[in-house]
């Protein structure tokens, strides 16, 4: 049975490596019509780099089914320089893969990513020298190739295994088990993917391809490593693509959850505008009815104390009773943040704000502390954001923002940036009365800091963009 596999990978070569190709296209392509753009998940930013790869290392797979095909029509020259361009395609795609990878598990902004162009470029000067040594052109091809799927290629997959790995952590948020699963097996699928591509390879002098190259492994396991790599593609492609449904589940619990709180938010604010208009109006009618009949006693020939005290007594407790219903119109407000977790709500916000903004917040979020926010803090915190997003829509005219909110071990840490206009701060830190815009909003976030015993710090020039900083202390005993 092994041997007819070999047998069947020598008569039908091309027809394995087109194959092999098209399972890398139709991955890459599958993933760039996916519509990520709204969603809030660090893969969703790179997805699009895996989907390069996916179409770059196709392209180069293909080579090898249509070249042999045409080598006599084509001339020696023109012939050797499409082989070079497969292998240089296909060591793009590696750094395609490589980025990919750093960018999702590296924190953001971190220059490490660059790591894979400046491994490329070694790449480049070292076949570049080898070429001036004498060796034939089969075997510096065969030499160029195999360093690239050492130094990039494998290091490649593994990154990129690792941050589909680190991924499915993320999504757990979502509560799909099975898509999860699919995102688990591809990211197992892009590590076999990254042993069989990256470290089998073709037979020359140094190690590890003296020891484990397609001779050797052929000899082992009586299997062409090009059949390992057909499944292992084959893998990738099923299960990525099928676990890129949880952006589409993501969207539609976003909806949901958006929908479900405008819902609640218009029930408490009915509920607290009857109880303003009608409630807390009659008990006030009846608190002037008790003043005036008080003043009407008081014509009478005969006092009556008992009568006066009951009066006095009766107005004290009215308008007690009309400050605690005052005060629970208030706590209606702050309500749908005494179950909700800072994280999830900031998330919601930013979703509507990516949505009727066409901007997507970079957010960063840790957590560290093991103090709780209490539900006014949360609400807070959620308005000062959201009046800072606010702000940027109706005047920074900016292109990127970032959010970075660190629950620390004694305060809570906000950044708020915006690359936009900015404005100019004057003697106060606030816009100048010269500035565009009445900036009512920021007047609004220091009240608020205020009232958390916080402090906000507001750096801004013109043309240089805005940075909001916000410390607030704890009031609380677990995390919240």
């Known amino acids: 049975m092994w041997f007819n596999l070999v047998d069947i990978y020598e008569q039908h070569r091309e027809l394995i490596f087109f194959a092999y190709g098209l399972v890398y296209v139709l991955t890459g392509f599958a993933i760039l019509v996916k519509n990520v753009q709204v969603s809030q998940f660090k893969l969703a930013k790179y997805i699009r780099l895996f989907a390069l790869f996916g179409i770059f290392h196709g392209l180069a797979d293909w080579a090898p089914a249509f070249l042999p095909l045409n080598e006599l029509s084509l001339t020696p020259l023109v012939y050797d320089f499409l082989r070079v361009a497969a292998y240089l395609m296909l060591s793009i795609s590696y750094i395609f893969l490589f980025v990919f990878g750093l960018k999702v598990v590296l924190p953001e902004k971190d220059k490490k990513a660059l790591i894979p162009l400046?491994?490329?470029?070694?790449?480049?000067?070292?076949?570049?020298?080898?070429?001036?040594?004498?060796?034939?052109?089969?075997?510096?091809?065969?030499?160029?190739?195999?360093?690239?799927?050492y130094f990039l290629g494998f290091p490649a997959a593994i990154t990129a295994s690792y941050a589909f790995f680190k991924q499915t952590r993320a999504?757990?948020?979502?509560?799909?088990?099975?898509?999860?699963?699919?995102?688990?097996?591809?990211?197992?699928?892009?590590?076999?993917?990254?042993?069989f591509t990256g470290l089998v390879g073709s037979r020359l002098d140094f190690f590890p391809a003296n020891i484990l190259n397609y001779e050797s492994f052929i000899a082992v396991t009586g299997v062409p490593v090009q059949i390992f790599r057909l499944a292992a593609g084959i893998g990738i492609g099923i299960n990525i693509v099928k676990s890129l449904e949880l952006f589409d589940v993501e969207q539609k619990k976003r909806v949901e959850e958006a929908?479900?709180?405008?819902?609640?938010?218009?029930?408490?604010?009915?509920?607290?505008?009857?109880?303003?208009?009608?409630?807390?109006?009659?008990?006030?009618?009846?608190?002037?009815?008790?003043?005036?009949?008080?003043?009407l006693m008081k014509d009478?020939?005969?006092?009556?104390?008992?009568a006066d005290e009951l009066l006095d007594f009766s107005i004290m407790k009215l308008d007690e009773t009309i400050k605690d219903i005052r005060s629970y119109i208030m706590d209606l407000q702050q309500l749908q943040f005494q179950d909700i977790?800072?994280?999830q709500s900031i998330l919601e916000l930013?979703?509507?704000?990516?949505?009727?903004?066409?901007?997507?917040?970079?957010?960063?979020?840790?957590?560290?502390?093991?103090q709780a926010l209490t539900p006014d803090q949360r609400a807070h915190i959620y308005h000062i954001i959201k009046e800072a997003l606010n702000n940027v829509r109706r005047h920074a005219q900016a292109k990127t923002i970032e959010l970075n909110v660190a629950l620390q071990k004694e305060c809570i840490d906000i950044i708020i940036y915006d690359d936009g206009r900015g404005f100019d701060q004057g003697e106060t830190g606030f816009p100048s009365e010269s500035s565009p815009g009445?900036?009512?909003g920021l007047k609004n976030m220091k009240e608020r800091i205020d009232a958390m015993d916080g402090k906000m710090e507001i750096v801004s020039e013109c043309g240089q963009g805005t940075r909001i900083n916000l410390l607030i202390p704890y009031r609380g005993d677990t995390n919240g």
């Open 341 to 343: 977790k800072l994280h």
């Open 118 to 149: 400046v491994v490329f470029v070694m790449w480049l000067f070292l076949i570049s020298a080898l070429k001036s040594r004498t060796m034939d052109f089969d075997t510096w091809l065969a030499l160029s190739n195999t360093l690239a799927r």
């Open 438 to 440: 009445d900036h009512r």
């Open 259 to 295: 929908e479900r709180k405008q819902a609640t938010l218009q029930e408490r604010g009915r509920i607290s505008r009857e109880m303003h208009d009608g409630t807390i109006q009659s008990l006030y009618g009846i608190g002037l009815t008790l003043e005036q009949s008080r003043r």
């Open 350 to 370: 930013l979703n509507e704000f990516a949505v009727t903004a066409e901007i997507t917040p970079v957010f960063n979020y840790k957590e560290k502390g093991t």
């Open 300 to 306: 009478v020939d005969v006092p009556n104390r008992p």
């Open 171 to 195: 999504f757990q948020l979502l509560d799909m088990p099975r898509l999860i699963n699919h995102m688990w097996w591809g990211a197992l699928f892009i590590a076999v993917y990254g042993f």
